[in-house]
């Protein structure tokens, strides 16, 4: 019922800087919470950061610090600003949503039932 369409990975050189969006059609995006994931080849997908319907944030210890998750629900799009870029953030990176009823974080895949096709960030040492 929600379409979701990653965009803005590419290749950047370590201490670099990406901003990921994620645009969401189909139903509004403020019913929605919404997160990203990241998965490396042969490795887990591994949980990011999430946002809340209301705003509520919350970011994996990896990346604390350093990564930013936000959202302009007037555009339905939700953004991930990545600073000081390092090697092992590389990654395919994937946003992902679900139904909020609750404004609580959720750090599973499972968690989570529309997922975008993802976007490629590679970080050069």
């Known amino acids: 019922q929600v379409q979701l369409v990653e965009s803005g990975g590419g290749l950047v050189q370590a201490g670099g800087s990406l901003r990921l969006s994620c645009a969401a059609s189909?139903?509004?995006?403020?019913?929605?919470?919404v997160a990203w994931f990241r998965q490396a080849p042969g490795s887990q997908r591994e949980f990011v950061a999430a946002?809340?319907?209301?705003?509520?944030?919350y970011h994996a210890d990896s990346v604390k610090g350093r990564f930013t998750i936000s959202r302009d629900n007037n555009k339905n799009t939700m953004y991930l600003q990545m600073n000081s870029l390092k090697p092992e953030d590389t990654a395919r990176y994937y946003c992902?949503?679900?139904?909020?009823?609750?404004?609580?974080?959720?750090?599973?895949?499972?968690?989570?039932?529309?997922w975008g096709q993802g976007t490629q960030v590679t970080v050069s040492s």
């Open positions: 189909g139903r509004t995006f403020s019913n929605y919470g």
């Open positions: 946002i809340t319907r209301s705003g509520g944030t």
């Open positions: 992902a949503a679900r139904g909020d009823s609750d404004g609580l974080i959720y750090p599973a895949r499972s968690d989570y039932g529309y």
